[in-house]
C-alpha cells in the first residue's frame, strides 16, 4: 500500500510541475504580448505625429553624452585645446525697474 501512496505522491507533484510551468509560461507570453502592443502603439504615436517615443530621445542623449565624456572630451574644449584666460570682472548691482503706472502695460518692463 506504501507503494501505491508514493506513485500517487509522484503523480500529483509531476502535475503540479506542469501546471505551474505552463503558469509561467503563459504568464512570460502575456507580459512578451503586453510588452509587444506598447512598443507598436508607441511606433504608430512616433509615425503620426512625426517625432520619436520620448524613451527613445532619452536613451540616444544618454547614450551621446556617455561617448562623449569616455573618449576624453569635455564640452567647449578638444583634446589639445588649452583652458581659455580667466577674467576678472568688477561685481555691481542691478536695480529693479519702477513699478508700471496706472494705464501702463506691466510686461513693459519685461519686453523692453
Do not use: C
Not at 503586453?34 to 544618454?62: C, D, E, H, Q, Y
Not at 567647449?76 to 525697474?97: K, L, Y
Amino acid at each position: 500500500m506504501n507503494g501505491l501512496f508514493d506513485f500517487f505522491a509522484r503523480l500529483v507533484r509531476g502535475i503540479l510541475k506542469l501546471a505551474l510551468g505552463v503558469a509561467a509560461l503563459v504568464f512570460v507570453l502575456s507580459l512578451l504580448l503586453a510588452t509587444l502592443v506598447v512598443v507598436l502603439g508607441m511606433s504608430l504615436w512616433a509615425l503620426i505625429t512625426g517625432r520619436k517615443p520620448a524613451p527613445f530621445v532619452v536613451f540616444n542623449r544618454f547614450r551621446q553624452t556617455s561617448q562623449r565624456y569616455t573618449q576624453g572630451v569635455w564640452p567647449g574644449r578638444g583634446p589639445a585645446q588649452p583652458m581659455g584666460d580667466v577674467v576678472d570682472v568688477q561685481a555691481h548691482e542691478v536695480r529693479d525697474a519702477p513699478p508700471p503706472r496706472a494705464g501702463q502695460d506691466p510686461m513693459a518692463r519685461v519686453i523692453r
